[in-house]
């Protein structure tokens, strides 16, 4: 049974880039959340999607978007990127909400 | 808004001491509060999840209770082991579906 899988593992973007993150839930999961965790913080959440919407939002600025395809799989994309946007990016999927979530092993993004 | 604090930042323990790590947060309005377990540049790892209505949950050499009442969480490790050694976080879950998390202990298990 696969667990919740990120791509890519590592990434180097320069100031003023976007990226797009991979996140494909673990098996029979259907809510995709996703998380930012800067160093030697705790996750910090930043959207959550079931059923292709986005259903709940924390407090990060309009060029963090998402979305979720029909498989469950979901992407997160950051326009403009600045220097602090660098921090490992963790997806979590669970069966539902509120349910037990499960992490998977993140990107690590440094922006230059 | 919720806040989450855990207590220690850092702790160091010889090999087979039994030890307590605190997670503390401010509503208590939750829907269940789970721990995680984070080695170094990895993700998060699922240890333990209580529901609401729980008071503890037990796997292997952990135990994990909550009172929602007073807003505290604590994990117990018994006989810990150098294997043991992590970032240990909890995370609270509200109904609407947002998880909050505190910043997590550092645990160093010595041989």
């Known amino acids: 049974d696969a667990g919740v899988t990120q791509s890519p593992t590592h990434l180097i973007k320069t100031r003023g880039q976007q990226v797009t993150l991979r996140c494909s839930p673990k098996s029979g999961h259907d809510t995709v959340s996703w998380y930012q965790q800067a160093l030697g913080q705790g996750p910090q959440f930043i959207f959550q999607y079931y059923e292709e919407e986005e259903r709940q939002r924390g407090n990060f600025p309009d060029r963090f978007s998402g979305h979720q395809f029909p498989n469950y799989s979901s992407e997160l994309n950051v326009n403009a990127l600045l220097l602090g946007d660098s921090a490992l990016y963790l997806c979590?999927?669970?069966?539902?909400?509120?349910?037990?979530?499960?992490f998977g092993p993140g990107t690590r993004l440094t922006v230059l | 808004k919720q806040e989450v604090t855990q207590i220690p930042a850092a702790l160091s323990v010889p090999e087979g001491e039994n030890l307590v790590l605190n997670c503390s947060f401010t509503d208590s309005a939750i829907y269940n509060l789970q721990w995680f377990r984070q080695d170094p540049g990895k993700g998060l790892t699922s240890l333990l999840l209580?529901?609401?209505?729980?008071r503890e949950q037990t796997s292997g050499r952990l135990n994990a209770s909550l009172d929602k009442s007073s807003g505290r969480s604590t994990l117990y490790i018994a006989a810990s082991q150098p294997g043991d050694s992590a970032t240990y976080l909890c995370a609270v879950l509200i109904l609407a579906g947002k998880s909050t998390f505190g910043d997590g202990t550092t645990l160093t298990v010595k041989p």
């Open positions: 209580i529901q609401s209505s729980q």
């Open positions: 979590a999927s669970s069966l539902g909400l509120p349910n037990e979530q499960f």
